[in-house]
């Protein structure tokens, strides 16, 4: 366990909790626990900070003693820019030349996090030069990535893994989530003990930032709180709340934000230094209103257009009363401010979700922008949302005008492709080491067996070789069109595709289009 949650923190935290009166009232007045604050935060004013987009040079190398390491390298390493505030994601490719070498610019929409797969993890500020150095040569992983750079990218890249071992190291999972709500409510108060341990850590100067630039220093104070509420928020995600109130064991769970809400959710800081995950649990634990109840019955994620007919018809303003609601159910319940910058964060991610944006139904998606709109009061989350919506405009009314140069994703996969043509294709990127995978496969035996005589092909492709995959393919009969590549083909799939989790399925209609809109059943029927 780490410095930040020390064995005094959790005995003291475990004897009040033996100590309280459980289901009477207390005689004496018990005394309220101060809750501790961050100070000198942030180090400015957020408004003298640059949030906007730009460009970062991210350049690298890897050293190695066998030029084949480096050559295996080639079409695995690519940067994974994902806008966390629209759940926009881009992943592009490294060129690797042969001594190793390899650079690209990359347009990052605000200061973040970008993945240089599956290397490490660095901080993208626009205007900088981020450098990564894998050293294959030294004993460990470890020692053998290095990171640098310029500016504020280079402080916070060469600094945030010690930040994460030192600060947010957190104790192995202990299956809490298994052992019910009660046990889970103890650790939770276990773990806000930890969060202002911490931040009374924090307070007192962390050595690590000794030296650092203010944003460098707000950005890296900010990573760390956010850990903290995600550690927590991912435990109650785990836990089987059946045959409880849920809606009273949410509000009690999430009692402890209110007091700390200034710099744990309404805190634009978390724009620049969260990332994907924190507000992935935020948004469906703490701001768990703005997903329950009438807004799946009203607002299909598909947009079926019958389901928009029947039951949007008439209830133009029931989104914006809904998100209205929402945002008034966590002001009554957790007393959280309906201005909640956090909560405005999942309210674009909600509109923005991938399976909103592609499609076709523009009158829907501008009634939902604008009703979501008329709750977004921060300038930058307006900017993003602003520049989005355009994007989506523009690339879905001027796609297929011009014809892109093929790139080695599209000569691959049309060399992939060629012996199906004419047939509908439903294909599926896959590994061995991925259980969510396996599960589809099992769960499309039936499907695939009941249109074996039908138009239609089944393919799965992975990078792993038959010999890896044979044990689980044969015993469970898993029959399609079974295609084994290479992890460089691979990596140019990915990019191809925009993709980074597994499993991943396209669709393609007779005439080669890609259709995730439909299912197969839908695409054969288009054949008659």
Known sequence: MSILCNKKTIITALLALIMAPVGVEAKKKVK?????????????EVSEYRLHGGEVFIRGRIVANDPQIIKSMEGRIMAIMRDYIVRKEETTLFDIKADGAFSMKLHVPYPMFVLVYPL??????????????????????????????TGVSGEVSRLINNIRTTYCDFPARDNIHEKGPDSLMTWRDVQ???????????????????????LASDILRTYIISQHLEHICHYYMLTDMENIDRAAYWQQFFSFVAPREKYLLDNPLLMIAGNEFFFNYVEYTVMRPLYAGGVLEYIPFEYDPKIAETKL??????RREFRRNAMNELQDKLYLSPTDFSAQVCQLRNIFSSTKWNNDQ??????????????????????????????????????????????????????????????????????????PCRATMLQMRDEVEANKDKPVKYLYITDDTPEKCRPFLEPNNIQGEHIHITPTEWGYLKEKFQFTGIPFVVLFDKNGNRRDDKTVEQLLEERK
């Open 192 to 214: 806000v003990a930890c969060l202002d341990d911490v931040t009374r850590q924090i307070n007192a100067g962390l050595p690590e930032l000794e030296g650092c630039s203010p």
């Open 362 to 435: 523009y009158d829907v998606i501008a009634d939902d922008f604008a009703a979501t709109m008329a709750v977004i009061t921060h300038p930058e989350l307006i900017r993003r949302a602003v520049l989005t919506y355009r994007d989506f405009i523009k690339e879905n009314e001027v796609k297929a005008i011009e014809q892109k140069p093929m790139t080695k994703g599209d000569s691959i996969f049309q060399r992939i492709v060629e012996p199906y043509k004419g047939n509908v294709l439903y294909i599926d990127f896959w590994e061995m080491s991925c259980g």
């Open 32 to 44: 309220t626990v101060e809750v501790p604050q961050l100070v000198n935060y942030p180090s400015a």
């Open 313 to 318: 018809q008439g209830k133009h303003t029931f």
């Open 120 to 149: 490490t993890e660095v901080y993208a500020c626009p205007g900088d030069t981020v450098d990564v150095t894998m050293d294959t040569t030294k004993p460990s992983r470890e020692e053998g990535i290095i990171l640098d750079g």
